[in-house]
């Protein structure tokens, strides 16, 4: 049961409720953005970003394959189980996001290059190492699409840990267990 309230869109500013129009579904918002709306500012920065996302450099695919390995990392059931059904919809089989999520090769060379850049930032203090600075050029994981990628991994993180404070009920079937 969550818990954090959840609020009213009533209460809520004509600023949160217009960056909110683009994640209603069916005209409906799902509890957790009226959850997470308790900060407006925070709502307001997190949606900004997912916004400048799908702006950026990063495919959905990408994107998804980030959010799934960074949940996993750290432990969101609640994102696993969104980013498991969207990065379906975005191409990845079951297979390929299992690998991602045990942090394993999936045989796309861009995918894996992405996936040791986002364990980095887990396993790693410091710089990223050179040899996986050279690997990410070789796959055309260029400047602009690395800043996206670390842009990614912060927002992800900002609902990792706002579902852990909020203890946030799934809203579609579980992930597949690892």
């Known amino acids: 049961m969550a818990r954090l ?9 004509s600023e949160t ?3 909110l129009e683009p994640v209603r579904m ?17 709502l307001q920065a997190y949606l900004r970003m997912e916004q400048a996302l799908q702006q950026g450099k990063l495919d959905e695919r990408t994107l998804e394959a980030v959010k799934l390995a960074v949940s996993q990392r750290t432990g969101c059931d609640f994102c696993l189980s969104v980013h498991t059904f969207k990065a379906k919809k975005a191409g990845l089989d079951e297979p390929t996001q299992l690998a991602i999520r045990r942090g ?3 045989g796309d060379a861009y995918l894996d290059v992405v996936q040791e850049v ?6 790693r203090r410091g710089a990223l190492p050179s040899e996986t600075m050279q690997r990410c050029a070789q796959v055309g ?5 690395l800043l996206d990628l670390c ?5 992800i993180v900002f609902t990792n840990i706002s579902n852990h404070v909020n203890d946030t009920d799934l809203s579609l079937p579980p992930a597949p267990a690892i």
């Open 17 to 19: 409720l217009d960056a």
């Open 104 to 106: 394993e090769p999936t």
């Open 5 to 13: 309230k959840t609020l009213n869109e009533a209460s809520l500013s």
């Open 26 to 42: 069916n005209g409906k918002l799902a509890p957790v953005y009226l959850q997470y709306a308790n900060s407006e500012p925070a």
């Open 151 to 155: 842009m990614a991994v912060a927002t």
């Open 118 to 123: 986002v364990q980095a930032f887990f396993l």
């Open 141 to 145: 994981l260029d400047d602009a699409r």
